[in-house]
């Protein structure tokens, strides 16, 4: 039935911007049938090992032309050329993963090699422009073409505070309330940056572009969709959200999934509250 349905919507696509107006559970299995857009934004729960292979099947299925990471900056992106061996042990080297913070590179391999030489594209900024939008703001820190993402415009009251919240609870509760404005701009100035990146691979490859990123970048709301929307409104966006627990409220993904959850230490416990 659900199969029957991703055709169906397929056929349907209008040009550019939302592609569903209710999200639809799916199962990880669906993920090697999701229809053909231009850009695909498969959300994950960093450190879930299943999350990475589920986004690896979407990607060999889409037969995506380019990745986009957020892992990556752009310097690191551009080391990975045609000559730069693809096992697992020399590109980790040649990517300085060991150094980036993200999890086991392991978990994030198949996703690099479930297509045949992809484009590779990075999303990631360095941390120091990063802290300037922590300190003035996501369009001073992004510069000129921030008004194209839309980060000249203020968010209104409702989505600051629900992103704030969302930011608290992302760190323990254990920021300081003061630093939550400034949190929600680098949240915004990497969503905005990761748009850019997704623009800049459909226009060297012409897609499909896949996306592997977190959640919270995924959501259609707030996350790239929102940006894409606003700087590249003629792009069919289509965002996939990976859970460990059943969502609440309402789910801001066209598909989401749930699965098991990854076995960890508790997350909270290196933070102390302020």
């Given at each position: 039935m659900m199969v029957r349905f991703l055709l169906a919507a397929a056929m349907a696509l209008p040009t550019g911007g939302l592609a569903w107006a209710e999200p639809r559970r799916i199962e990880p299995a669906e993920l090697a049938e999701l229809p053909a857009v231009d850009v695909v934004i498969l959300g994950e729960v960093h450190d879930n090992p299943g999350h990475h292979d589920n986004q690896a099947m979407a990607v060999q299925a889409l037969g995506a032309r380019a990745l986009v990471f957020e892992m990556l900056t752009e310097a690191q992106a551009l080391r990975i050329s045609p000559g730069v061996p693809r096992n697992a042990q020399e590109l980790e080297k040649t990517l300085g993963w060991a150094d980036s913070g993200w999890p086991d590179f392991e978990f994030y391999y198949p996703i690099f090699v479930a297509v045949d030489a992809p484009a590779i594209f990075g999303g990631a900024l360095d941390r120091s422009v990063v802290r300037a939008a922590v300190d003035s703001g996501a369009a001073a820190a992004f510069g000129g073409a921030a008004a194209l993402f839309g980060l000249t415009n203020a968010l209104d009251d409702h989505e600051q505070t629900a992103r704030e919240s969302g930011q608290?609870?992302?760190?323990?509760?254990?920021?300081?309330?003061?630093?939550?404005?400034?949190?929600?701009?680098?949240?915004?100035?990497?969503?905005?940056?990761?748009?850019?990146?997704?623009?800049?691979?459909?226009?060297?490859?012409?897609?499909?572009?896949?996306?592997?990123?977190?959640?919270?970048?995924?959501?259609?709301?707030?996350?790239?969709?929102?940006?894409?929307?606003?700087?590249?409104?003629?792009?069919?966006?289509?965002?996939?959200?990976?859970?460990?627990?059943?969502?609440?409220?309402?789910?801001?993904?066209?598909?989401?999934?749930?699965?098991?959850?990854?076995?960890?230490?508790?997350?909270?416990?290196?933070?102390?509250?302020?």
């Open positions: 608290m609870a992302a760190h323990c509760d254990a920021l300081p309330i003061p630093m939550l404005p400034g949190i929600v701009e680098a949240q915004r100035l990497r969503d905005a940056a990761l748009a850019r990146a997704v623009i800049a691979a459909f226009a060297e490859t012409g897609g499909p572009v896949a996306v592997i990123t977190g959640n919270g970048h995924a959501r259609r709301d707030w996350g790239i969709p929102r940006a894409l929307e606003l700087a590249a409104p003629d792009l069919e966006v289509l965002s996939v959200g990976q859970f460990e627990s059943a969502p609440e409220g309402d789910i801001p993904f066209d598909f989401w999934l749930l699965t098991d959850p990854a076995e960890r230490e508790d997350p909270c416990a290196g933070f102390s509250v302020k």
